[in-house]
C-alpha cells in the first residue's frame, strides 16, 4: 500500500475520568485503522467507616 | 496520648492482600499473588456494582481479541500510606491488532484465579478499533491515585 494515500485522523479528549487520544487513517474515505489509548485518572475508592458503642 | 477509634490502615492493606478472613473463605494452594485478568466490555452492557465475576454476555468481540481479556500485570504489592490502602496493576492493559467494531466503554478486573470473581470496573469514553491497537494506562501507584483504594 502507498501510504501517501492515507488520510490521518487525530483526536484527544480529557474529562476528570480519562485523558484519551486517538489515531485514524482512511483510505478511499474508508476508515482502515483506529487505535485509541486512555489513561484511567479517576481513582476506584471505597471509604470505611467503623461504628461504636457509645451512641 | 489517648485511645482514637479506626479502622485500622494495615487492615486496608491486609485486604487486598487477602490476609484476613472475616467470614468463610477459601483453601488457597499457595501464597502467591492470585492471577488477575481484564476484560473489555460493550457500551450497552450493564457492568458495574452489582456484578459477581466474570460473564462473556457483553464482552467485547473481534478479531485478535480473545475471550476473558489479558491476564494483568502485578508485580507491586498492595500497600499502605496515610491512612489509605492502595493497588495498582504495574503495567497498561494492552490489546494490539484488534478490531472491536461494537462500541465498548468499560474495564472488568477480575480474579481469575478465585473462580473469576469480579474485583472492580472501570469506564471510559466509548470506543471503537479498527486493526489497531487500545491501551489503558494506570494512573500512578500513590494513596491518591491508585486504581483501588480503601480509604
Given at each position: 500500500m502507498d501510504d501517501s494515500l492515507l488520510i490521518k485522523k487525530e483526536g484527544a479528549f480529557e474529562?476528570?475520568?480519562?485523558?484519551?487520544?486517538?489515531i485514524e487513517y482512511y483510505l478511499d474515505?474508508?476508515?482502515?485503522?483506529?487505535?485509541?489509548?486512555?489513561?484511567?485518572?479517576?481513582?476506584?475508592?471505597?471509604?470505611?467507616e467503623v461504628g461504636?458503642?457509645?451512641g | 496520648m489517648a485511645n482514637a477509634q479506626a479502622m485500622c490502615t494495615s487492615f486496608k492493606g491486609e485486604i487486598l492482600s487477602g490476609i484476613h478472613a472475616l467470614g468463610t473463605t477459601v483453601i488457597r494452594a499457595g501464597t502467591g499473588a492470585d492471577t488477575l485478568k481484564a476484560a473489555l466490555y460493550l457500551a450497552s452492557s450493564s457492568q458495574g456494582a452489582a456484578t459477581t465475576a466474570y460473564g462473556v454476555s457483553g464482552e467485547v468481540s473481534g478479531a485478535n481479541y480473545s475471550a476473558g481479556g489479558i491476564t494483568v500485570t502485578n508485580a507491586t504489592a498492595p500497600t499502605t500510606s496515610g491512612t489509605t490502602g492502595y493497588w495498582t496493576p504495574s503495567a497498561s492493559f494492552s490489546w494490539t491488532n484488534v478490531t472491536l467494531a461494537t462500541a465498548f466503554d468499560a474495564v472488568l478486573v477480575y480474579n481469575s484465579t478465585q473462580s473469576n470473581k469480579a474485583i472492580s470496573v472501570h469506564t471510559f469514553g466509548s470506543q471503537t478499533?479498527?486493526?489497531?491497537?487500545?491501551?489503558?494506562?494506570?494512573?500512578?501507584?500513590?494513596s491518591t491515585n491508585a486504581l483501588l483504594r480503601i480509604a
Open positions: 474529562d476528570n475520568n480519562e485523558n484519551t487520544i486517538w474515505n474508508q476508515l482502515v485503522h483506529r487505535s485509541a489509548h486512555v489513561r484511567l485518572k479517576r481513582p476506584m475508592v471505597s471509604l470505611t461504636g458503642f457509645n | 478499533i479498527t486493526a489497531g491497537n487500545f491501551s489503558l494506562t494506570m494512573p500512578t501507584n500513590d
